[in-house]
């Protein structure tokens, strides 16, 4: 029972180059977040999307920054011309169906995976 | 908007002496609070969380966390430190019934646990 995978785990981008960063939700899980961590710092929510739809995009940067989570496949961060401050650590989670549906219900955990730490140079 | 507070940047504990990490929120309506680690170069592992019901909550590794409703706070408690329990910790906080669905997170607390 794989939990969630991320890949790659670490990559380098020069500056002005485009970063993808790929997040598979545990099996059967259809929502998926993104959130980033810079050093020392606790994680800031992006992009909360399920199955060809993003649902809150809130912290999401106005520019350079994309989300999706298509019908079959991972969902991708892709950051174009990325900047030095783009380097951070990106972590992706997941959780089941019923997280957050209704009033009160969906009491579930969110799933996150190990990470992918980007570096820009 | 929600937020959450953790105070100390940084707890230090010798092994086998209790231990807490404090935490603080702030959310409309009913808060849903978690506690999650995160050992070095890792994700995030999640320990425990409060929904409703009794105020204890239980969760892995011997850790607890007990919700305060008239203080906003969900400090996270252990009996007797490991030095295995030394990493990051990070109290989250949602709302509940409505809003966002997204996670709140605090800044983190560096647990280190002394032999």
């Known amino acids: 029972n794989a939990g969630v995978m991320q890949n790659p785990r670490h990559l380098v981008r020069r500056r002005g180059q485009e970063a993808r960063l790929r997040c598979s939700p545990v099996?059967?899980?259809?929502?998926v977040y993104w959130y980033r961590q810079l050093p020392e710092e606790g994680l800031k929510f992006m992009v909360y999307?399920?199955?060809?739809?993003?649902?809150?995009e809130s912290g999401m940067p106005k520019e350079r920054f994309s989300a999706e989570f298509p019908k079959e496949g991972p969902s991708i961060l892709r950051i174009q011309q990325v900047v030095r401050g783009d380097s951070a650590a990106y972590f992706c989670?997941?959780?089941?169906?019923?997280?957050?549906?209704?009033?009160?219900?969906?009491?579930?955990?969110?799933?996150f995976g190990q990470g992918t730490r980007l570096t820009v140079v | 908007a929600q937020s959450v507070a953790q105070p100390e940047d940084q707890v230090n504990v010798a092994e086998g002496n209790p231990l807490t990490v404090k935490c603080t929120y702030s959310?409309?309506?009913?808060?849903?609070l978690f506690w999650y680690v995160q050992y070095p170069n890792r994700g995030l592992q999640f320990l425990l969380k409060y929904i409703t019901g009794d105020n204890l909550v239980k969760g892995s590794y011997g850790f607890e966390a007990e919700f305060n409703k008239s203080q906003t706070s969900f400090h996270l408690k252990k009996p007797s430190a490991l030095v295995s329990d030394s990493a990051l910790y990070f109290c989250a906080v949602r709302a509940g019934d409505t809003g966002r669905r997204a996670l709140t997170f605090g800044s983190g607390t560096r647990l280190q646990v002394q032999p």
């Open positions: 099996k059967g899980h259809s929502h």
């Open positions: 999307l399920q199955k060809e739809n993003i649902i809150d």
């Open positions: 959310v409309s309506g009913n808060p849903y």
């Open positions: 989670a997941s959780s089941p169906k019923n997280h957050n549906q209704g009033t009160g219900a969906g009491n579930t955990e969110a799933f």
